[in-house]
């Protein structure tokens, strides 16, 4: 089985930082792209940042230039370095992977989130 393993949450205060990590284990064959995506209370899950296998990223507009991703090919490991947070940044994260299972196609994986609260 899967899993998608994050930690990094808590509590900063506006214009602090955090890193969230995300560590895939399982039986995993290859892993195509990995991400983050936040979800506040009333509002969709959107994407925040986004990392494929060849390096190309994906940012949200607002996250540009405060926010960055990396991935560790080896440990299969992805992080989000956050800086200069602001309020608006509260939500919860998950992790997610598009990734491959050995002799199984195609599948996307989520973690069970972390909360980032950013106070006034």
């Known amino acids: 089985q899967v899993r998608l393993v994050e930690s990094g949450g808590g509590l900063v205060q506006t214009g602090g930082s955090l890193r969230l990590s995300c560590e895939a284990s399982?039986?995993?064959?290859?892993?195509?792209?990995m991400g983050w995506y936040r979800q506040a209370p009333g509002k969709q899950r959107e994407l925040v940042a986004a990392?494929?296998?060849?390096?190309?990223?994906d940012y949200a507009e607002s996250v540009k230039g405060r926010f960055t991703i990396s991935r560790d090919g080896a440990k299969r490991t992805v992080s989000l370095q956050m800086n200069n947070l602001r309020p608006k940044d509260t939500a919860v994260y998950y992790c997610?992977?598009?990734?491959?299972?050995?002799?199984?196609?195609?599948?996307?994986?989520w973690s069970q989130g972390t909360q980032v609260t950013v106070s006034s």
């Open positions: 399982g039986n995993i064959f290859r892993i195509n792209a």
């Open positions: 990392i494929t296998s060849g390096g190309s990223t």
């Open positions: 997610n992977a598009d990734l491959v299972v050995a002799h199984a196609p195609l599948r996307n994986y």
